[in-house]
DNA sequence: TCATTATATGGAAGGGCTTCCATGAAGAGG
DNA sequence: CCTCTTCATGGAAGCCCTTCCATATAATGA
C-alpha cells in the first residue's frame, strides 16, 4: 500500500503534526527535524494523497477550463497561454467541453456545487444571470474570457475596434459595397464586431445595408464560428444581385469557408472580392487572409493570473480588460502585404 | 455553507447511510424512502463533494492526459475523440502539458502517487522503463497513444505501412532520388517511420542514401515536429549538390515549414520537388499537401475505451492496436488529385 | 403462533490529510 | 534559583463521504 503520513511520522519517529507541517513547509519547524522527516520522505516515496488534502483544507488546486468544443485552432494559442501560467502556480487543468449549450447548466451546477475545482475560466460562452448570481453569492472565482459581463472579470479583445479596423482597411482600399458575415449574435463577440463594422461604415458615409449582412449558421443551434457556416453564407452573398465588391468576416475559419466559397465559383481574390478576417489564427497566413490579430496568449495568461488572485482571496477591484487589436495585412484584401509573415513556431 | 450529507439525513428523517444509498442508487432502498430523500436533496441542492466522496471511495472519475505542448493542430482531432468518448463515461479529463522532457518524471510521480486521477492517456511519448515497471507494479491503468510498449495498452497508427505508402506513391511517379525529413529519433513514430520509408524504398531496389535523410530539430531538446524544424531541414537539402526531386516529410507541420522553404528559393511544387507530408491536419488541405491520413478521433475513443475497461477492472487481454493509414493526393506530388476534398467541418 | 429468513435502515469506523490546542523544554529576566 | 515566555512538537478532532455491521421490522413457512 502507499505509504500514508502516519508510516512517515512513525519512521521518522515524530508525530503527523510535524510531518504535515514540513510537507506544508510551516516556519515552526526545527532544521534538525525537518531534514529528517524529508529523508524518511524521500526513503518511503510518500506523496500527500492529493484528495485527502483536498477535503481537508477544503481547495483542490485545480481549476475548470471550459469551452466551446475545444478542437478549434482559434484555442490553441489561448491554451497555450493558459497552460503556461497555470503551471507557473502548480495548478491543474480540468478540462470541460460544452458543445451542447444546455449542457453547461450542467456543468456550472456541478463546478459549484461539488468543489471539485478552486475556480474556472469560461471561455467563448455568456454566463446566464441566474449563474452569475449562484457564483457570486458562493464567491467562487470566475473569470470570463472572450466573452464580457460587468459584475465578473473578464479578459477579451476590442472586439469593436477590430471590426472597425477591418471594416475601415476595406473603405481605404476604395470599397463602398462592403458585406459582413457574421456568427450568431447570440454570442457576445459577433455582436460587438457588427457594432465595429457599422461603426466604421459610418464614420465614412457610408450607409448600412442590411441585405450586406450575412449571419452563419442563422437557423441551427450552432454558434456560426466554423467554416462550413462561411462557406455557405460566402455562397449566398454571391448569389446577390448587386452584392458587395468586400466583405469583413467575423472569423478567420469562417473566411476559410468563404475562400473555398469564392475559388469554387471561380472568382479571384482580392480582384473580385476582396476579404478581410478575424482572429490571425496560423491558417489565415497560409491562406494569405489579411485579418485583425488578437493576443491570445496573453489574453490567457491574464485570465489565469486574475483567477488566481481570486482564489487567493485578494480582493482586486474588477476587472474588464480589453486588448487592442492590429491589422495584418496580407493578400486578400488587394493591399499591399508587408513581406515578413515567417513567425510563430507552429507545432505539430 | 453547502449542505453536506448529514443536512440532508436530518431534513429527510434518515440515516446518512441511507442518504449514500440514494446517492449511489443502491437496490435496497424502498421507494418511498428514495423519493423522500431525492426531494430533500433537491430542496436543499446538495451536491456530495467530489472529494469526499473520492477520499472514500478511493477513486476521483478523472483521467489524466498527458501531451507533448498540447497546442498543435495534430492533437486537436485526437482530443475530440478523446473527449466524447470520456464524457460517455461521466469522467473528467485533467489536461497536462510536458513541453520539457525532464518535466515527464514528475508529472508521473505525482499521478501515480497522488492519487489524483484514476487513469492515464500518454500520448506521442515513450515511457522509461523504470516508470513502466512501477506503473504496473501498481497496477495503474494506463494507455499509450500514438506511441508503443509491448507490455503496455498501446494505440497507435501503422507508421511504417503509412511511411511506405508515401514513399511509394513517390517511387510511382518516377522520382529515384527521394528524400526523407523526419523528426528525431528519440519519437517511436519518427523512427518506424524511417523504417518505412527505407523498406519502400529496397522493396523498389533504390539505394538508401544516408545524405538524403534529414533529422529535424537535430541538436536541440524538442521533437522535431514543427514547422521551423521542417523549413530548416529543406534549407539544408536545398544546399545539397545532387539533392534528392522528392522527399518524404514526417509530419504535415514540417511540410509546412518545407513548403515556405521551397517557395522562399523560387521553386515549385510539385515540378522542382515532390513532398508527401504525414497525419493530414486540416492545415494540409489548404497546402495542397499529398499526406497519410490517420484516423485521429477513432485512436482517441478507442484509447479511452481501452483505458475504462482498465480502471473499471476489467482484465482484457493486451491491446496493441495499429490503425491502418491510407494516401491521400493532393497537388504537392504530382500525381493527379481526386477532386473533392471539401469535408471537415473546421471550428474555430 | 413462533421460528426463520429477507430486507431496509442507522450509524460507527475509516479514508488521509490539516489545524488547533495542549504540553513540555529551553531561554530570558530578575 | 525561580518565574515567565517562546516555540517546537504531539495528537485529537474534523473535513465529507462510503461501507460494513448491527438492529429492527416485515415476510415467510410450518
Given at each position: 500500500m502507499k505509504p500514508t503520513i502516519y508510516d512517515v511520522a512513525k519512521k521518522a519517529g515524530v508525530g503527523i503534526g510535524t510531518v504535515s507541517r514540513v510537507i506544508n513547509n510551516s516556519s515552526q519547524i526545527t532544521p534538525e527535524t525537518k531534514s529528517r522527516v524529508l529523508k524518511v520522505i524521500r526513503d518511503l516515496r510518500y506523496q500527500p494523497h492529493a484528495m485527502a488534502r483536498g477535503l481537508a483544507q477544503n481547495k483542490s488546486l485545480m481549476v475548470a477550463i471550459i469551452l466551446p468544443s475545444f478542437t478549434g485552432y482559434f484555442y490553441l494559442?489561448?491554451?497555450?497561454?493558459?497552460?503556461?501560467?497555470i503551471s507557473e502556480h502548480s495548478y491543474d487543468i480540468v478540462l470541460y467541453n460544452v458543445d451542447n449549450p444546455e449542457r453547461i447548466d450542467i456543468f456550472m451546477n456541478r463546478i459549484l456545487r461539488e468543489r471539485r475545482v478552486d475556480g474556472m475560466l469560461l471561455v467563448s460562452m455568456s454566463i446566464s444571470e441566474k449563474y452569475k448570481d449562484r457564483f457570486l453569492r458562493a464567491n467562487f472565482p470566475i473569470v470570463l474570457v472572450d466573452s464580457f459581463h460587468k459584475e465578473l472579470d473578464s479578459v477579451s479583445v476590442e472586439n469593436e475596434q477590430g471590426a472597425y479596423l477591418a471594416t475601415k482597411h476595406l473603405i481605404d482600399q476604395g470599397h463602398n459595397k462592403i458585406g459582413m458575415i457574421d456568427a450568431q449574435l447570440k454570442s457576445?463577440?459577433?455582436k460587438i464586431r457588427l457594432q465595429g463594422y457599422k461603426k466604421a461604415l459610418k464614420d465614412h458615409h457610408l450607409p448600412f445595408n442590411k441585405n450586406y449582412l450575412l449571419i452563419s449558421d442563422a437557423d441551427t443551434d450552432k454558434?456560426?464560428?466554423n467554416r462550413q457556416a462561411g462557406y455557405e453564407a460566402m455562397k449566398q452573398m454571391l448569389a446577390m444581385p448587386d452584392r458587395p465588391t468586400a466583405v469583413?468576416?467575423?472569423?478567420?475559419?469562417?473566411a476559410a469557408g468563404a475562400i473555398r466559397a469564392l475559388q469554387e465559383a471561380g472568382l479571384t481574390i482580392p480582384r473580385d472580392m476582396a476579404i478581410?478576417?478575424?482572429?490571425d489564427i496560423e491558417l489565415a497566413q497560409y491562406l494569405g487572409l489579411t485579418t485583425i490579430h488578437q493576443p491570445l496568449y496573453e489574453m490567457g495568461r491574464l485570465a489565469v493570473h486574475r483567477l488566481m488572485e481570486r482564489i487567493?482571496?485578494?480582493?482586486?477591484?474588477h476587472l474588464d480588460k480589453h486588448f487592442s487589436t492590429h491589422l495584418v495585412i496580407r493578400d486578400s484584401c488587394g493591399a499591399k502585404a508587408s513581406s515578413n509573415?515567417?513567425?510563430?513556431a507552429g507545432n505539430r
Open positions: 494559442e489561448l491554451l497555450r497561454g493558459i497552460q503556461q501560467e457576445t463577440p459577433a454558434d456560426g464560428f469583413f468576416i467575423s472569423s478567420d475559419v469562417q478581410v478576417g478575424f482572429d487567493k482571496g485578494k480582493l482586486p477591484e509573415s515567417n513567425t510563430s
